[in-house]
């Protein structure tokens, strides 16, 4: 299983990068098919791969199918294939860092790719060394839609913190209950459930809520 997977994910990464980089190799889409093949994934852009000649696929139909089956087995780049995902990611920290004075915490956190981790993620060390990646980690797959990534990197952060102090944070000063990272209406926000559910502040603002609420 292990010369299997080590296998199949170099095919998969060298069909990717050639789609990327729109350089396609149609030899690395039959490899990829014919490996899959013989372990047993059965799908109907591997067939066709198979069984038909290379030469006679058009380049516009072999990328289609290789897009096919990369798609069939799921395949998803890691940070290190696609690194506007984690482009993606960072400038989701620099606006959930916005919010984190507000919990105390002060200096500029970075986002940690944890390479020993599978599969590879990332993760946030805080200025004074602490990482926060307790409960998982920060999947590429999630960095593809900014408002996922800023979402996701919030939740992350909160049971994170919450975990290491057994503080809630943060809290809503009009109920006080400890509010959740959502999103809500394709917006990252901090959400409180008080009186049927509002929304306390969009992610990155809150220290301005939190503000306005001191001085009502």
């Known amino acids: 299983m292990a010369e299997y997977e080590a296998a199949t994910e170099q095919l998969e990464r060298r069909v990717y990068i050639g789609l990327r980089e729109d350089n396609l190799d149609p030899q690395d889409v039959v490899a990829l098919a014919c490996e899959l093949l013989d372990w047993s994934h059965c799908t109907e852009a591997i067939l066709e791969v198979v069984e038909r000649n290379p030469a006679e696929v058009p380049p ?40 984190l004075p507000t919990r105390g915490i002060e200096g500029e956190p970075e986002i940690e790719v944890l ?83 509002h929304v306390l502040a969009p992610v990155g603002e809150l220290s301005r809520a939190l503000g306005r609420r001191r001085h009502k």
């Not at 913190?161 to 009009?174: A, F, G």
Request: aromatic share 8%; glycine share 10%; net charge negative.
């Open 60 to 99: 516009a139909e072999m990328t289609a199918l290789a897009r096919r089956i990369l798609d069939d087995v799921g395949f998803e780049p890691g940070f290190d294939l696609a690194p506007e995902r984690l482009e993606t990611l960072r400038a989701a920290l620099r606006i959930i860092a916005r919010d």
């Open 115 to 197: 390479e020993d981790w599978f599969p590879t993620g990332a993760g946030v060390r805080l200025a004074d060394g602490d990482r926060l990646n307790w409960g998982g980690h920060i999947l590429p797959s999630t960095c593809d839609d900014p408002t996922m990534a800023l979402t996701s990197l919030t939740i992350m952060i909160q049971e994170s913190l919450l975990e290491q102090t057994w503080q809630v944070w943060p809290v809503c000063p009009r109920h006080d209950l400890g509010v959740h990272g959502s999103e809500r209406d394709g917006e990252a926000v901090w959400w409180c459930a008080g009186d049927g559910g």
